[in-house]
């Protein structure tokens, strides 16, 4: 689904919506109070939002991951595998495993670490444990209490922001921002605040910044190309691309994690030639395709790169100190 775009401004709808949405953050903060969650016996991590869609999560993730590994830790990533058929707990293996089964975001955490989706998260917490995970990294979970979190981070777009401020259905926020700000460590920024953000944040709590860097990007420049996206913002993409000095002869934008039918991948590469331009997506995008629909499509690959180059060390700290 798109986001709606009331979502983005407040106006009479979702004033008129403002008694459903307080019922859904009253149930919320009912159901993170009820549970305790399991400790799995090594800390985790949470990457989590406030808002429905995506915000950059997966990229924090997998900088994160980095991170630890560098320290010479194993950490394992554990997520839901949004989209994907299987219950798990199971360990995503890219070679076996498509985007129907697993997710699109777990078939690129598995490249870096290893990974296990389970739709039980304290299930899939204990067996990343009992497979020797030293840390768990939590793709998405800040509002499901089945398991302990020992740092949690919530991630913003800077260009999105918090929307018009109302949690669901009102706006996009899964629960009021001062309660989900209350339970975590820091929140981490991606790209220029174009909303106000600060104005919305506690007065001390870490706001760290970060930029989606592309990799290669000289390579790149001056090439044109006919980009589509099914991501939670497409426009930052397409924006990602314009920035790099890319002549974008086409656009076409879908909604997150959509399967691509093969109607869709015919229509988008007749307009790519009909324009004279190379067909470009995202890995994301690249990872819910069939191996044999990829032929002709290229991927430009982006990476987090914190403004602060230790960013991480004081928000982990308590992390490395529990490990020490």
């Not at 890319?246 to 324009?275: K, M, N, Q």
Request: proline share 7%.
């Amino acid at each position: 689904m798109n986001a709606p775009r009331f979502w983005l401004r407040d106006g009479l709808l979702p004033r008129l919506l403002q008694p459903v949405a307080s019922r859904v953050a009253t149930v919320t903060a009912r159901r993170l109070a009820a549970t305790e969650g399991v400790d799995p016996g090594c800390p985790v991590i949470c990457v989590g939002n406030l808002t429905v869609g995506g915000q950059g999560k997966t990229p924090v993730v997998l900088a994160i991951l980095a991170y630890l590994q560098a320290k010479g830790l194993t950490a394992f990533a554990l997520t839901r595998g949004y989209g994907g058929s299987l219950p798990g707990p199971v360990w995503v293996d890219p070679a076996e495993h498509s985007a129907a089964e697993v997710g699109d975001e777990p078939l690129l955490l598995a490249a870096t670490a290893p990974t296990i989706v389970a739709k039980d998260r304290a299930a899939g917490a204990q067996a990343a444990r009992a497979a020797g995970a030293q840390v768990i990294v939590m793709d998405d979970g800040f509002q499901n209490p089945a398991v302990r979190k020992h740092v949690s981070l919530i991630v913003v777009d800077g260009g999105a922001g918090f929307g018009n401020g109302r949690v669901l259905p009102a706006g996009p926020l899964r629960e009021p921002v001062a309660a989900g700000v209350a339970r975590a460590q820091a929140v981490i920024r991606i790209g220029a605040d174009r909303c106000g953000l600060a104005a919305h944040l506690p007065v001390g709590i870490p706001l760290l910044t970060a930029q989606l860097v592309p990799d290669g990007a000289l390579a790149w420049r001056g090439r044109r190309v006919f980009a589509f996206a099914g991501i939670g913002r497409p426009q930052k993409f397409f924006d990602t691309l314009a920035g790099i000095g890319v002549e974008i002869a086409g656009t076409r934008a879908f909604a997150d994690h959509r399967p691509y039918a093969a109607t869709d991948l015919d229509a988008l590469r007749r307009d790519a030639a009909a324009a004279g331009a190379a067909l470009v997506t995202t890995a994301k995008d690249f990872a819910r395709l069939l191996p044999e629909d990829r032929s002709g499509i290229e991927v430009l690959p982006v990476r987090l790169v914190f403004e602060a180059p230790d960013a991480l060390d004081s928000v982990l700290a308590p992390v490395l100190e529990r490990l020490r």
